[in-house]
Every structure is written in C-alpha cells, then in structure tokens.
C-alpha cells in the first residue's frame, strides 16, 4: 500500500510545536462517555456505568456475560475504549423478564461500579452523544508562547476529523483482513467483520481527507457539495444562494463532509462528489467490496468541532480537557498538537 491512512495524513494547521509523553501512566488519559439520554429505569436491559483502568472494552464486556450468565451477545456497549486509560463507559446485560443479580457482587480486577439501572433496550455501537477527555502531556518540549496560540487556533478552526491508527488494526491488520477478504479470500469470523469493513471506510474517508488538507479545502464547502450539522448526523447540500452558509462555517455550526463508502454514488454534485469517486477508483477494491457487503453511502464531517477546550501548561506538564463527538479520535487533536510516543488513541 503506498498510503498508510494515519501516517501520509497532512498536518492541517502547520505541524506539531512541541514533543511530549503522553500515557506516561493510565491516569494521564481519562475519558468519559456521555450517552446523551438517560435510561428509562424499566426493562429487561441492566445498564451499568463503570470505571475502568488499564482495561481492554471487549474484555470488560466478557466478564460481565461470565458474571451474569448471560451469553456474550446479551452484553451491549456504545463504544470501543482504550485499554491504556482511565475510562468511564456505560455497558448493558439483558436478563429476560429483567431478573438479574445484585449489581454489589460485580467484581472484576480494574473496574468499578458507579452506577446502574434497568433500561429498555440494548446498547449498539455509536449510541452516544460523545465522550470528555482529560490528558495529561508530560517531559513537554514546547515553546508555551507557539503552544497557547496554536491551542487558541484548535478552539477557534477545529481539526481533521481523522479516523486514528487503531481504527485500522495493530500494523494494519483490520485493513489486510479487508483485502483478503474482498480479494475472494474467506469471510472473517463474525466478531473480525465489522472491524474490516469500517477499516475499509476509514481508508477511503482519510484517504478524501488527506487530499482535501493538501489542497488547503478541508475546511470549505462549494455550492453541491453536502454539509452536515455540528454533532449531528442531518445533512444538506449546500446552495449556491446560501449567504449565510459562510458564517455557519465559520462558526462551526455546519461542517463540509465526506464519504463513508456504500452502495451507489455520494451525494451531491460539486467539486466534492468528483474528488471522492476519484479517491473511490484509486481504492477500487476496498470500495467494491465495502459495496458487495451491503454497505450504503453514508456522511461524516470532515472536521471536528473541540467542545470546552481548556488547557493548563506547568512546566513540562500540559493538561488538556475537551469533549468530542461520538466516532471522533483524540489522536486528531494531539496530532496538531504535539508529537507523542503513545499515538493509539
């Protein structure tokens, strides 16, 4: 492949001013997830919030089938989390007839119970409304002057949407699972699927990415091209007589976008829709085959809007807190930010 989607990503805002440790402990990465509605307190469904250190998702979800009876497919979350972390995410364990054991006796090493209650339905991947990071950056290099403004400029502009590296698997193996598979090669088990397919996805979106950042447009929305709502999945195309477009822009209210690669030809009609069937034709057989699978053609912003960004330096020490949007990567915010060894996030 003569294009690695995370490393052949273009800085969008001039490069790094600085280096730093970034994960230097678990407690130096804190997320916590907002779901963005509150359980209904009724159903068969048992939601639970944890708190989880230096554990890996899908691990935590199989101990909580084990400590349930349940099978694992009765566990639901709405997010994937970084095992390296301190992490606050909401999981749900069906018990038919909504009899299940005392939420007291859960215990598992590195989690914590912090709260519980019934709920009506599963959680499914991406029912979220976004997650709060709190980072802390140690052994800073990094003129504060140049940190500060560029800080200033992220809150003001936003960054790349990117998708981050463990979207595509350890050295890539999520996207040589997806070639193997669409070159004929067997189907992936059922739980490897859908890793493959969004590896795919995420391959042509960063793909379109990058050549939007080289051409200086990332940022720009022409008349056909589609526009979605900050924090939301509703779009539009944009009109040529839209004169306030250029303000929500500004703003942040709306965002230009890009494709998630399905079934049929992206939206729109401007300059956009040409560059992404051109991206699609040089990944034809990611792109067929994310089209062979069922897949439809779907929208993601191409830019990320960071909520309540706050920051403190001291020292060798920055502190980072800002909310994102659910499917949005820290790893988009640190890259224009700061070189790290710990880049998985």
């Not at 007291?104 to 914590?112: F, K, Q, S």
């Not at 379109?208 to 950042?213: M, S």
């Not at 447009?217 to 924090?231: C, F, I, K, N, T």
Request: charged share 25%; glycine share 12%; hydrophobic share 45%.
């Amino acid at each position: 492949m003569d294009f690695d989607p995370w490393v052949d990503l273009p800085a969008a805002l001039g490069g790094v001013v600085g280096r730093g440790t970034l994960k230097a402990r678990d407690e130096d990465f804190v997320v916590e997830e907002d779901l963005g509605f509150a359980p209904t307190g009724a159903g068969e469904h048992l939601l639970v919030r944890l708190r989880e250190t230096g554990c890996n998702t899908d691990w935590v979800a199989g101990q909580l089938a084990r400590w349930g009876g349940r099978p694992r497919a009765d566990v639901g979350y709405a997010g994937l989390k970084d095992r390296h972390a301190v992490t606050e995410q909401w999981f749900s364990i069906r018990f038919p007839g909504g009899r299940h054991p005392d939420p007291a006796t859960l215990r598992i090493d590195g989690v914590e119970l912090l709260e519980h209650s019934l709920h009506d339905r599963k959680l499914r991947r991406g029912a979220l409304s976004g997650n709060r990071f709190r980072l802390r950056v140690t052994a800073l290099e990094a003129e504060p002057a140049a940190l500060e403004a560029r800080l200033a400029e992220m809150a003001r502009r936003g960054v790349p949407n990117a998708f981050g590296p463990q979207r595509f698997g350890r050295e890539g193996g999520n996207l040589q699972l997806a070639a193997s598979w669409f070159a004929g090669g067997p189907a992936p088990r059922r739980h490897e699927r859908g890793f493959a397919l969004s590896a795919a996805r995420a391959l042509i979106f960063n793909a379109v990415l990058a050549e939007r950042i080289a051409r200086g447009d990332w940022e720009s929305v022409a008349p056909g091209d589609p526009v979605v709502l900050d924090g939301r999945g509703s779009w539009f195309i944009a009109a040529p007589d839209d004169a306030a477009l250029a303000g929500r822009l500004a703003a942040l209210e709306v965002h230009p976008t890009g494709p998630m690669w399905g079934r049929g030809a992206p939206p729109g009609h401007g300059p956009g829709a040409r560059l992404e069937l051109a991206v699609a034709e040089r990944w034809a057989e990611y792109a067929a085959g994310l089209e062979a699978a069922g897949l439809e053609q779907e929208r993601r912003a191409l830019r990320v809007r960071l909520r309540n960004l706050q920051w403190r330096l001291d020292g060798e020490v920055l502190e980072l807190s800002f909310g994102l949007p659910a499917g949005a990567y820290a790893t988009a915010v640190l890259r224009e930010l700061v070189a790290s060894g710990q880049q998985d996030v």
